[in-house]
T-cell receptor
Framework: GDSVTQMEGPVTLSEEAFLTINCTYTATGYPSLFWYVQYPGEGLQLLLKATKADDKGSNKGFEATYRKETTSFHLEKGSVQVSDSAVYFCALSDGGGANSKLTFGKGITLSVRP | EAGVAQSPRYKIIEKRQSVAFWCNPISGHATLYWYQQILGQGPKLLIQFQNNGVVDDSQLPKDRFSAERLKGVDSTLKIQPAKLEDSAVYLC??????????FGPGTRLLVL
């Protein structure tokens, strides 16, 4: 079945450091790929997405590129802020329409020090 | 636009007791999802509704979990009887057909 693998955490960075969070996936067909963020005490929020190979999703300074050849969707940000401290989940959707469902990775906790 | 609403936010019960969670999706969203998020793991889909019909409940432990969405709007998830391993955050999400999923704040359940 479909699966998502995220790098082991947690990750601790200093403010303004460069961030990379690795994500690889296994799926049949052509899934859509997502990054969700969960701030402390809150629900998941969609951060960015890409629906086909070579698409780049971007939002709030974060970027991720859908790499079909390496089955990856790594999340990057050039300069992290304390406010980026949260749990980040990579996910895939097995298809569009009414039967679409999300498969999530385990998530990784990011802590940014001032 | 109001987001997905869930209640209660927190619940503590003893094992073998029953508990119910409520979710009100974003207005107009036909699809509603319930996920279970165990500490340290990603959310796992329990059940998916399209209007008031079940699309996927393959991961729902049907011997103790039940869910309904009678009028195709809000939904209730019930656990009876609860086990220790049911301690988790229960997330509700909704989407329009073929749209992105929007999540509620979750209900944190602790079973003692």
């Amino acid at each position: 079945g479909d699966s998502v693998t995220q790098m082991e955490g947690p990750v601790t960075l200093s403010e303004e450091a460069f961030l990379t969070i690795n994500c690889t996936y296994t799926a049949t067909g052509y899934p859509s790929l997502f990054w969700y963020v969960q701030y402390p005490g809150e629900g998941l929020q969609l951060l960015l997405k890409a629906t086909k190979a070579d698409d780049k999703g971007s939002n709030k300074g974060f970027e991720a590129t859908y790499r079909k050849e390496t089955t990856s969707f790594h999340l990057e940000k050039g300069s992290v802020q304390v406010s980026d401290s949260a749990v980040y989940f990579c996910a895939l959707s097995d298809g569009g329409g009414a039967n679409s469902k999300l498969t999530f990775g385990k998530g990784i906790t990011l802590s940014v020090r001032p | 636009e109001a987001g997905v609403a869930q209640s209660p936010r927190y619940k503590i019960i003893e094992k073998r007791q029953s508990v119910a969670f409520w979710c009100n999706p974003i207005s107009g969203h036909a699809t509603l999802y319930w996920y279970q998020q165990i500490l340290g793991q990603g959310p796992k889909l329990l059940i998916q509704f399209q209007n008031n019909g079940v699309v996927d409940d393959s991961q729902l432990p049907k011997d103790r979990f039940s869910a309904e969405r009678l009028k195709g709007v809000d939904s209730t998830l019930k656990i009876q009887p609860a086990k220790l391993e049911d301690s988790a955050v229960y997330l509700c999400a909704s989407s329009s057909v073929a749209g992105d999923q929007y999540f509620g704040p979750g209900t944190r359940l602790l079973v003692l």
